[in-house]
């Protein structure tokens, strides 16, 4: 007589593989078990905690300083492009992100963007956010003119600038003629982008035609849409730097006004103030706005303070599924790694603190993502965190959305063997980076300690303290203050520490 649990089985159960056992081997002992895929939850905080190892990589001092070394360049040649024309602010302030646009670390439309893989194009990416307007004298709440635009973007007129800003980015504006004769001038994200890459090609061509000892080499300098991406070489290492010009802003939209009366995981932790200190417009429109004249609203200074309030488990776990679903859901280019992040941040407010607390407890919320973004598909809803009421999956297709609600299925079915895939591509990437890094000492590729010595030598302490913000701070914004005539001094801050 054939037993009626595999009779059971052939009908509903999906096959289990050698590697999740079976019922009969867990006797009593207390295994906890995924109830779909029937892993075993220890074996995928193992496995978690093995890609966190190999994805966060750690850095000695010679990287470091090479790290340090690029972001001195890179401001340098922001400082040069200011001269150009003075349209740029003087003293400005950046937002420097641990991660590439790719990587969903600001909310970007990545549908413009080249394919960059860590490894064979570079090993450590960044996004920098460029004021090329400032508004920081205004008192919040700043209403912003969104009759045109989708929930969320916005047009910029100028009119809330002087005259003198005005005259300077007329050039990059599209213009607007009123029955009572006056005109209006609409701030362009395609125009400024123009603007933006035109003029940091001419620079980096003349810093090209006079190379000093010890700069870093231009690898590649591309335009992916509104993003200037730039690859440098220091030494051994690549640095992808994925520039963004955006327009910054003091307080806090009335759009969002409505969040801050909400209950949120972070309160109590971190004061409202730092939450909500400023925002930016980023030049990215709507599914049917207009890319000339539409930007999008983006939070990610707000960002970097809430991920303060979030537990190394859960990172760790976000950090997974996101390498996961680059993979997985990388064609069509429906789902943005930004799209898990707004997920993540969901579940903060969501979920018992003490619980997402817990330590060993990344396997949970790996499946717990896993299943929210794939409700979301299902449903074709995600809303914005700091906008509720923008749905930021609406223009997704029916066809779209459920075929990565299928693949995500997959997943779902079998964890353990979707981020032992994954780990692999981490061990690849790290070792074609170490390759890359061999070839180049035996080749004597010029490195910033080939200096030594010299006065243009970074100082050794601040490539210790950058060092300690990769290595035990991923993610942790850095915001810099620049005088374009002497890039040569350190102002900038990691967080809310100065150095």
Not at 2 to 8: A, F, K, L, N, V
Not at 82 to 101: C, H, I, M, R, T
């Amino acid at each position: 007589i054939e037993p009626e649990c595999d009779r059971g089985g052939k009908m509903a159960a999906p096959a289990l593989s050698g590697r999740a056992g079976s019922a009969g081997s867990l006797g009593n002992s207390p295994t906890m078990l995924d109830f779909r895929s029937a892993a075993r939850m220890e074996d995928l905080n193992r496995l978690i905690q093995e890609f966190s190892k190999h994805d966060q990589r750690e850095y000695d001092d010679q990287r470091a300083l090479e790290i340090h070394t690029a972001k001195d360049f890179i401001f340098s040649m922001l400082g040069m492009v200011q001269k150009l024309d003075q349209k740029l602010p003087v003293a400005n302030e950046y937002l420097l992100l641990s991660g590439g646009v790719r990587e969903g670390v600001v909310d970007m439309d990545l549908d413009e963007l080249s394919v960059y893989a860590r490894g064979t194009d570079y090993d450590m990416d960044f996004t920098l956010l460029v004021p090329a307007l400032k508004l920081h004298d205004r008192n919040q709440p700043v209403t912003l003119d969104m009759r045109h635009s989708a929930l969320g973007h916005s047009w910029l007129s100028l009119r809330l600038f002087d005259e003198g800003t005005i005259n300077k980015w007329k050039d990059c504006c599209t213009i607007v003629d009123h029955i009572n004769g006056t005109t209006n001038y609409f701030f362009s994200p395609t125009l400024v982008a123009d603007w933006f890459y035109q003029s940091i090609s001419l620079v980096l061509l003349e810093v090209q035609k006079k190379p000093q000892r010890g700069m870093p080499r231009v690898e590649k300098v591309e335009r992916n849409g509104t993003i200037i991406s730039v690859i440098l070489g220091v030494g051994s290492s690549r640095m992808l730097y994925d520039i963004v010009p955006v327009v910054s802003f003091k307080g806090w939209p009335a759009v969002a006004q409505s969040w801050l009366m909400e209950n949120h995981f972070w309160d109590g932790k971190i004061t409202e103030e730092e939450v909500i200190s400023g925002f930016y417009l980023v030049p990215a429109c709507s599914y049917k706005g207009r890319k000339e004249n539409e930007w999008r609203l983006s939070f990610a200074r707000s960002e970097v303070q809430l991920k303060k309030c979030i537990s190394s488990s859960l990172m760790q776990a976000y950090q997974a599924c996101k390498a996961i679903i680059i993979k997985l859901l990388s064609r069509p280019k429906a789902i943005s790694p930004y799209h898990l992040r707004s997920i993540m941040l969901w579940a903060c407010d969501r979920l018992p603190a003490n619980y997402l607390a817990q330590d060993d407890f990344s396997a949970h919320f790996l499946l717990g993502l896993i299943d929210d973004l794939q409700h979301c598909l299902v449903n074709k809803m995600c809303p914005n965190y700091f906008i509720p009421q923008c749905n930021m999956l609406e223009h997704l297709s029916d066809e779209t959305a459920m075929l990565h609600a299928r693949k995500l299925s997959s997943v779902r079915s079998d964890p353990a063997e979707h981020l032992r895939t994954t780990i692999e591509h981490a061990k690849a990437a790290n070792r074609l980076t170490v390759e890359l890094q061999w070839r180049g000492s035996s080749n004597n590729l010029p490195s910033p300690q080939s200096d030594a010595g010299g006065e243009n030598q970074p100082d050794d302490r601040l490539a210790k303290k950058l060092q300690q913000l990769v290595t035990e701070n991923p993610g942790k914004s850095i915001s810099v203050f620049i005088n374009p005539d002497d890039v040569t001094r350190p102002h900038f801050r990691i967080d809310d520490k100065f150095f």
